[in-house]
């Protein structure tokens, strides 16, 4: 049984920081894929970061640069550090795990790019 909670969400101005954190109510093994999915308002949900058990990390071109995603494995979470913001950054934010051909989501929390 494996819940995952997502907390970080709000309010920024455009060229902003904020850093969402994934926090896994237990250890995971077998973890093939961890990351961030957002999905703005009327669009399809999209993967922005992933990270592999060995440290491998992936962006969507839309975030290089910009995003950070980075695990704390002692802690069970999962973080995503959003800098420079932009509007087209708003949706909400969803932390997924991919284990044992399963896949896991959080229930999301949302970002808000607007000055």
């Known amino acids: 049984q494996v819940q995952l909670v997502e907390s970080g969400g709000g309010l920024v101005q455009p060229g902003g920081s904020l850093k969402l954190s994934c926090a896994a109510s237990r250890t995971i093994f077998s973890i093939n894929m961890v990351g961030w999915y957002r999905q703005a308002p009327g669009k399809q949900r999209e993967l922005v970061a992933t990270?592999?058990?060995?440290?491998?990390?992936t962006y969507a071109d839309s975030v290089k640069g910009r995003f950070t995603i980075s695990r704390d494995n002692a802690k069970n979470t999962l973080y995503l550090q959003m800098n420079s913001l932009k509007p087209e950054d708003t949706a909400d934010y969803y932390c997924?795990?991919?284990?044992?051909?399963?896949?896991?989501w959080g229930k999301g929390t949302l970002v808000t790019v607007s000055s």
């Open positions: 997924y795990l991919r284990s044992r051909g399963s896949d896991y």
């Open positions: 990270v592999t058990e060995g440290g491998r990390t």
